[in-house]
Each structure stands twice: as C-alpha cells, then as structure tokens.
C-alpha cells in the first residue's frame, strides 16, 4: 500500500492543491498529515477543512497547537499570524456550521501515532509537537542517541521544513543525495518529510513522500505551484508580514 505523508502546510492553499494533484497522478488515496496545518499562510480554513475531510489522520503540530492555545515562544511574525488565523477560524469562513467542527477537529488531534515500527509525529520522537531535529544536530550524538532510543524502527516528521532522512549513528542525506528514494533497511531512521507550504531548504517547490509499505522504501515529490499567487495574497492581508510571502520565492 502507497500513502502520501505531508506536513507544515501553513496555510498555503495553491501549494496544498497542487500536491493533491500530485498525489491523485501517483494513483494513491490515503494520505496522512503530520501536522502545522495553519500557520503564516493566507488560507488557513481551506487548508483545515481539506485535512479534515480528506486525511486518515492528522498529528499536532506546533502552530495547529497555537491557534488553540497561548502561543509559546512565537517570534512576533509567527504570533501576530496566529492571531490572524484565530480570526479566520472564529469568523466562520466557509461553510458556518462548520465553525465548531473544525475547532473541535484541531482540539482532538493527538500528538502521536504508533503503527509497530512506524512511529507519526510532528517534531520528534521525544517531543511529538515542539522539539526541532535540524541536520546539523546530527554532531549532538547525545540527542540523536536518545530520539533514537525512543523509536521501534522508523519516525516520519516534519516541523523544521527541512526534507531528510537521519540514519542511527550515521548521517543526515537530503533528499538530492539519495536520488530521493530511500530504503527502508535494517537500520534505524527518522524521516523528515518536508514541508508542503513552506519549504526552507532553499527549494521553493512543495515537499511530500510517498510511503511504500509493500517494497519498504519512501519516495520524495517536489512539486511546483504558482508562489506568486500565494505571496499577492500575504501582501493584502495587512496581519501577514511580507516576509512570510518572499520567503517563499527562495524555499527559506
């Protein structure tokens, strides 16, 4: 069985559809959220209600959370962002009845999700929602020892937007280094999936993985989607700071 595995969506509705296109080409039906459905971006209900009609199931993310709650430890971009997408949620955008669903969908996500040796989160293993596990953390052989010891075999995640797969007491390969098809081994590893609305590791395409479970390998799909669009419409929203729509033109 083929799933789409997406994450940090951020509100970007262009970047969103074209990834379910990209996915319906790849002649699968099952998809899987892992999170920051909202977020920085300018369409933030469409993004919730696509989710949460469409995905098998969906983790916390850390903006997701946010929105719910006092933000912790936003900078003053992302936090006035949130406060924005309160708004968009509170006013009934949409279909009205729907005001409720959708907080009480945003209120039940959970932090995690165990199947055997597949392990679904937002952040990382040790901290489903909050804690970042960049590239570099790889030379931090204490952290990746113990987030490794908290996983049966693979943990799929997102929340640093920054596409990889990290390798038990090994390295971290971008997807370009293993010609975006990894190989689900013997050995241990925590796949980062990307991000779909805002990618920063200097690609502006939108980021997803195909997860094989019949041939045991994952697939990255980048996919192109018209960025002007999104950024003309963070311009117009005057709680939306510019930066988050350039941003997108250089995936950082």
Same mark, same amino acid.
């Given at each position: 069985?083929?799933?789409?595995l !997406?994450?940090?969506?951020h509100? +970007?509705?262009?970047?969103? $559809?074209?990834? @379910?296109? %990209?996915?319906? /080409?790849?002649? #699968? ?5 892992l999170g920051? !459905?909202?977020?920085?971006?300018? +369409?933030?209900?469409?993004c $919730?209600d696509? @989710?949460m %009609?469409?995905? /098998?199931?969906? #983790?916390?993310?850390n903006?997701d ?6 933000p ?6 992302? $936090? ?7 708004t968009?949620?509170e006013?009934?955008i949409?279909v ?7 907080w009480?969908?945003l ?11 597949f ?13 970042y596990?960049?590239?570099e ?6 952290k990746m ?9 693979f943990?799929f ?11 038990e ?5 971008p997807?370009e280094e293993?010609?975006y098809?990894y190989?689900?081994?013997e050995?241990?590893?925590?796949i980062?999936?990307?991000s779909v609305?805002?990618p ?5 395409r ?11 390998k994952i697939?990255y799909?980048?996919?192109a989607?018209p960025v002007?669009?999104?950024?003309q ?6 709680d939306?700071?510019n930066?988050l729509?350039d941003?997108l033109?250089?995936?950082?």
């Open positions: 069985m083929k799933r789409a !997406i994450s940090d969506i509100g +970007n509705y262009e970047a969103l $559809l074209a990834v @379910v296109a %990209d996915i319906k /080409e790849q002649g #699968i039906s099952t998809v899987i959220c920051d !459905i909202v977020g920085y971006g300018p +369409n933030p209900v469409e $919730l696509y @989710v %009609d469409k995905c /098998e199931f969906t #983790i916390l993310g903006h959370q946010a929105t719910l709650f006092d912790d430890s936003f900078n003053p971009v992302a $936090l006035k962002a949130i406060y924005w997408t309160r968009q949620l006013k009934g949409g009205d009845q729907r005001v409720d669903v959708r009480e969908f209120g039940g996500l959970p932090r995690r999700h165990d199947e055997g040796r392990v679904f989160v937002h952040g990382s293993p040790r901290d489903p929602t909050n804690e596990v960049f590239p953390d790889i030379y931090e052989r204490n020892d113990a987030l490794f010891n908290r996983i049966e075999k943990c995640q997102g929340h640093t937007h920054m596409p990889g797969v990290f390798v007491k090994g390295d971290f390969l997807p293993c010609n098809l190989e689900l081994n050995r241990k590893a925590m980062n999936v990307g609305g805002q920063r590791d200097g690609d502006p939108a980021c997803y993985v195909v997860l094989d479970d019949e041939e045991d697939i799909r980048r996919v989607y002007s669009v999104t950024r419409k963070i311009y117009e929203i005057p939306l700071d930066m729509g941003r033109i250089a995936g950082r």
